[in-house]
């Protein structure tokens, strides 16, 4: 089972989201496996975007993930990084598919909903900034 890392925005938490975002990971059958609200300083956002620093967005991107609570979460599932990309659609919501989270939701390119990690090795180092391993939980999903 592979695992991503997930962070609800700001725009998410503010405008009453997190219930309706987090139930289309699990309408796709994707474990839910470690949950957090938190309030990222900037010294926070800036390290965990660090990859980005030159970047003309940099700066603007975190100081607003640091505006507000964030949510951020590990989902499990059986090619949970492309099928969670997918779900997610394209960053800027002008370009998402119709029918995903930023499509549905997303306010700009900014304040689009939701963070996905990119690939399987960000994903572990991602994972990891947010949540030791004691805080990860796996479970057995049944249908009823």
């Known amino acids: 089972m592979e695992r991503t890392l997930v962070i609800l925005k700001p725009d998410c938490v503010c405008r009453g989201l997190i219930g309706e975002v987090v139930k289309r990971f699990e309408d796709e059958k994707f474990n839910v496996i470690a949950l957090r609200m938190l309030h ?11 990859v980005h620093q030159g970047k003309e967005f ?8 640091s505006s507000s609570s964030v949510v951020s979460m590990v989902l499990e ?13 394209a960053t800027d919501p002008k370009n998402a598919v119709s029918g995903t989270i930023r499509k549905k939701y997303a306010l700009s390119g900014l304040m689009n909903v939701v963070h996905a990690s990119d690939s ?13 391993d004691k805080e990860i939980f796996h479970y057995q ?3 009823e």
């Not at 940099?58 to 993930?65: C, D, F, G, I, S």
């Not at 599932?77 to 659609?89: A, D, S």
Request: proline fraction near 0%; charged fraction near 35%; glycine fraction near 6%.
């Open 120 to 132: 399987l090795e960000s994903a572990n180092g991602e994972i990891a900034f947010f949540f030791n």
């Open 58 to 65: 940099y700066e603007r991107l975190t100081r607003y993930m």
């Open 141 to 143: 999903r049944r249908e």
């Open 40 to 50: 990222l300083s900037v010294e926070e956002a800036e390290k965990f975007y660090a």
């Open 77 to 89: 599932g059986e090619n949970v990084m492309l099928r969670i990309r997918e779900l997610i659609g």
